[in-house]
C-alpha cells in the first residue's frame, strides 16, 4: 500500500513540475498578448520591463525537461527577445545580446514546430529581428559611427541577400569611411538585384573604380555594361570617348560615335560625345604648343593650324548638341564661347556668353 501510495505521490509531484512549467509558456502568452498593446507613447523603460518579464517565462519554460521541447516556449522566447532588440534604442549591447537570444530561439522554434503551428509567430520574430538591425544601423548612421553602421547593415544584407535598399545603404556608408571595395560591392550587388537607380549607382561604381581604386581593367568592364545598358547617358558616353581617346584610340572612339550618331541623329549627348573627341585632341595640343619656344615660330604655327583644324570639326558637333537640347547642354555652350574666344570670332562669342549667362541665371 505505501509503494502505491508513494508511486502516485511521484506521478502526482511530476505532473505539477510539468504542468508549473506549461504554466510559465502560458504567463509568456499573456505578457505577449499584453506587450502587443504597447504604444508609442509607453515609456520605453515600462515597455522593457513588461517584456523582460515575458522573456524571463520562457526563461523558466525552457529551464524544465519536459517544456523545453515545446514549440510555444521557443516561439514567443524568440518574440520577446526580438522586440526588445527592436526597442533598445538606448542600450546597444542589451539590444544585440537580446538578437542573440531571438537568433537561437528562432533556429529552435523552427527545428521543434514541425506542425507549423508557431509560424506566424515565428515570422513576426524574424521580421522584429531584421528590423531591430535595421534601426541600430541607421541610428548608428545617424550619430556618425559609420564603421558600426556598416557592420549592422552587412548583417541585414546577410540575412536577407534580396534586400537592395540596404546594399545601397550599406554602400552609402561604406562610402562614407572611404571603404571603397565594400562600396563597390554593395552598389555592384544593388544593380545586380534590379535597383530602380541603378543609372546612378553605375556612376557611382565606375568613377570611383577609376579614380579611387585605380582599377582601369574593372572600371572598364564596369563602363560597357553600364553603357550598353543606359546608351542615352551623356556621362558614360563621354567616359568611353575619354577612355579610348587616352588610350591614343580616337579612330575608335569616333567609329562607336559615329554609328551612334547614324542610328539616332538627335540623341544629344552622342554630337557632344563627338565634338569631345576633336575637341580634346586641340587641348592635348595646347599643352605642347604652350611648351614650345617662342622663337620657335614654324613650329608654334603648325601646331596652332592643327589645333584650329581639330576646334572647326568639333564646333559644328557642340552647336547641334545645344540645339538638340539646350537645358542639358549647357557644357557645350561653355566649349563654344572658348572655341570662339580662341578664334577671336568676336560676334558669336558674345551671343554664346548671353545664351551662357541666361542659362545659369
Known sequence: MKKVLLSMLFIGAATYVANAQKSEVSKAKNAWALAKFATANTPLDATLKSLGEGLKNTDNAIANEKSKEMPEAWSYRALFASRISFVDSLNVENAVANGKIAEEAITKAKALDTKGGEKENILEAETTLANALRNRAIFAYNKKDFKNALVYFN?????????????????????????????????????????????????E????????????????????????????????????????????????????????????PKNAAYQYAMGDTYYKQALDLQGKRNAIDAKKKKEFDAITAKMTGFIDQALPYYKKAYELDPTKMVSALENLKIIYAFKNDTPNYEATKKLLDAAKK
Open 205 to 264: 561604381v565606375i568613377s570611383t573604380t577609376f579614380e579611387k581604386v585605380k582599377d582601369t581593367v574593372a572600371g572598364t568592364a564596369l563602363l560597357e555594361k553600364a553603357a550598353a545598358k543606359y546608351p542615352e547617358n551623356p556621362y558614360f558616353v563621354g567616359m568611353q570617348t575619354d577612355l579610348f581617346i587616352k588610350q591614343g584610340n580616337i579612330a575608335k572612339s569616333q567609329e562607336m560615335l559615329g554609328k551612334l550618331i547614324a542610328k539616332d
Open 155 to 203: 548583417e541585414v544584407t546577410a540575412k536577407n541577400p534580396q534586400d537592395t535598399s540596404t546594399f545601397v545603404n550599406a554602400g552609402v556608408t561604406a562610402k562614407q569611411i572611404e571603404d571603397y571595395p565594400q562600396m563597390i560591392t554593395n552598389f555592384n550587388k544593388a544593380i545586380d538585384l534590379g535597383y530602380k537607380d541603378s543609372e546612378a549607382l553605375y556612376s
